[in-house]
């Protein structure tokens, strides 16, 4: 079938759409591995890098699916997915039967079952394969996929996602790797401000910090934010509260994923009611200065004093 | 000094009041350690079973601190506290100078800060020790004792516990045991929520929960509630969900602790927005029929659906 | 202009569709007040009272759009509206240039602009216009009606929407009739589980529940959940609290509000705190049994004791 | 007895402990109405103006419940209430039989009933009777009073407290004076963040906040913030919110009340989900320079964008 044929052909063309802060360096890592490039973006500086390093760039995600039949998206959010997948130059205006289409975007996991069943229109496959790690994993080739879609084209999606990432993980049908994405943020966040207003509890209440974090660690409060992200500076090193919450993972991006979970628990009638505040919290963030500090700045936001 | 001829005195009486769950197994441990234990409970049933193992009981926390110059005390909250120790027949009526008097009882900061205030005055030293482990942990002298008090007396009090206990932490000064039980409490409630709600989320979005679990736990949402004690049936063997959520930490006593954090957090006007919301959802699920199960079967609570 | 023909062209046919629990009293009021009306339903059996009434019925909304070239429309949710008008056999489909089109549903009040958006494609203008008021109002004819759409419209809408309603009120563009419903039922809500927790805290303070509510009423914590529809049974009489909480608004429609308020907040990125919360709260109660019950059920919900 | 004998002493001496902002004007009301005031603050230059407007000042407590069989206290918190009647110099020290002692200060109702049953063993009434409304209220005497006593010394209270203020109202037994005082407040505070979070969100979704308000007060979301102290400057005159929220009632003052609400929910274990998230809200609030705000600026700390 048209799909084996696909899957056999290794190291042919890759198409790429959306070469922003993540997709740039994960379209360079396939170039690195081997495969012949293709790729667009809404912006054409954004391509130049990738020109220089061989891959060859085209006007529209049309084109691009015209060539290629495998192809990788990475977009900021749920309205340019519909509009590169099925806008008037979108991918499925031109795609080829049997080609295997993944999506890296973090999208709300019913836009990702829509795409799937127009590609299936059109006798196309789609995954979603949203990612875990931020620009640094990107490039360094160490990000985590959680994909979604049916289980015959893992193999072929794991093929590419490999030179990209250090873990591909299949989670099921269509929408799930979305939906283990969402689920992993939205407990982040949770365990994260928990941390947050914990280590300040603790403060205020004449503890050290970091003997705090020490007790927590060997105890039933552990958590990633307190073992290895902690939000107090002064505790850890390298890791964003020891510069001034810069780098990381900005508080703009944590309020757009939960916002997400919010959508889906909402259509799903599943009450997240610590998943919700959470929300609100980065949305309040967000609107008092915060959106471009990495999201451990929670400690910061909760602690600011009278009269500072 | 008195309290340096005290601490020398190993293997001589050590006075033990509360015979409880918690207070029974450890009693016992001191006797297997040697020490003869001179005990008092307001329940005269609850000392027999330490009576026929050789300890002495007498009447009152009084006639307790007459007798011994090491005192341990395990009650369940607040007011047994000051009426054991202030009370008309309590510890500070007849206690010697130089006295080390050890409070594990789970209790609001201040009142033990007060105790401390108490004891001075009449030459005696009060440091909080409350535990983190249940009854298991009791028995088995596997408790971890977080303590509060001058740093001085750290060994001495270090000594006793540790016939109880496998981790004994110096906090800093009094309370600040029974701050860092709080605080470690409050994450660990604030996880376990979180926990819940995004393994239901993600059971509603399609994700098995065995996957999802290792899919969280390989990732930044990992936290003791995931890894160690997860509440969804059938992903864990030996934890309370794989049981009906029977035995464990009850609902009642997360409720109790973090009505202690919110409590404190009120007094230091600190913000713990997650915090109370996990102290009300306990509360909630004490006054529906939740209160004797394990804390964990939130899961269950956030889970059941219409008509069930 | 073809508009405004149809705006003097009173007492001409005028086309329903959705004959449901509100719309069936709504288009009964219409033909009271000497209007033709056209109507459709996807229930043939919702139709045949309006029918026997004198309404002629037909088989889809586009033949009513063929015939009538005022149409008004009460459907449950944003999908059943998206269908209605531009489905395959929806309104826009055999719309009439000129024609006013107006939507009584409460939707998410970007789909409502996306409706005007596709009508004014085709010559035709969409209005929404939800209501306030249950069943009850609906068959006085006593609905409230929120207007948005373009001003000069708004004579021609008040024209029909007074047959059914007491109260007509333009709000603004297109969107701004379903904003103003999705905030005064957020804050409702939000009123209503504040005045049961606040009842419920007096009570268990030792209060008369009658004389906290006078209290309340002539001081600062008086609204209208306080005032006209007292959520304690025995304090006033005619309410669903009075007759075990039946009647009345429904949890489950109060959840499918705060839905339409949360996904408006989430879009545009507003904090809301307390009405995210009271969202969750009506989700849980959703989901123990309370989905039926009139929303001011919160208070029972809140006040069951253990062993209950 | 000597109650009746005190009770029928209308027009003789009236001792008064605290004369703050709230205290001071009472005081003077009592002067106009034609009673003998003997007072006592902390702060001697407090005591100034009430000394030249005919006040005997005396140095403590004790020494105006020497003199002095019916005494009013107004005190900013329950430390100042334990110490001004039972502290050394307090009013027990010296209290006359049959004295009728009234605290109008804003404290836990468990204190109030602590010092009910002090005052009990002295021979002398204790009732509860805190205020709502502000300085304004204490000037003009329009004061109103929530009292909580035994009932036969109502009509004694009354003739006292209505010299200061416009309602009396009897709530109970001791502590459900106060219990009322919380309970409107924490309605009040929800219902206050329920209207500021529902007119930001109206606003961002277009509507005009008059427009918004007016629909809000003729709809199920009317409430006293909406209708008389609406919080969206430009909406009304003669409120904080049209003077940059300077006057009015503080927002410190607010999380104090609430920290009340949440002590006595936690001790009664009553779930109050919307209270003491709003406790956690105005508890922000203050960290982030709001304290000194009237607490309907909870409208603008919700608002304020990103960048300003």
Redesign the interface.
Known sequence: SAVSSRSMASKTQVGFVGLGNMGSPMAKNLLKHGYPVIATDVFPESCKELQELGAQILDSPAEVADKADRIITMLPSSPNVIEVYTGPNGILKKVKKGSLLIDSSTID?AVSKEMALAAEKMGAVFMDAPV?GGVGAASSGKL?F?VGGVEEEFTAAKELLSCMGA?V?Y???V??GQ??K???????A??M???A??????I?????PK??T???N?????????D??NPVPGVMEGVPSANNYQGGFGTTLM?KDL?L??????N??????????????F??M????Y?GKDFSSVFQF?????GQ
Chains 1, 2, 3, 4 share one sequence.
């Open positions: 996991p875990s985590t959680m873990n993980v989670c099921g049908q929408g799930t939906a283990a969402i689920c992993n943020n939205m407990l982040l949770i365990g401000i928990g941390t207003e914990t280590m300040n509890l603790g205020r209440l004449g503890l050290d003997l705090l020490k007790i927590l060997m105890s039933s409060g552990r958590c990633w934010s307190s290895t992200y309020a916002g979970a919010q959508n889906t628990a909402t799903t009638k599943t009450p997240i009611l610590l998943g919700s505040l959470a929300h609100q919290i949305r309040m967000c609107a008092r200065g959106a909760l602690r600011e004093e009278e």
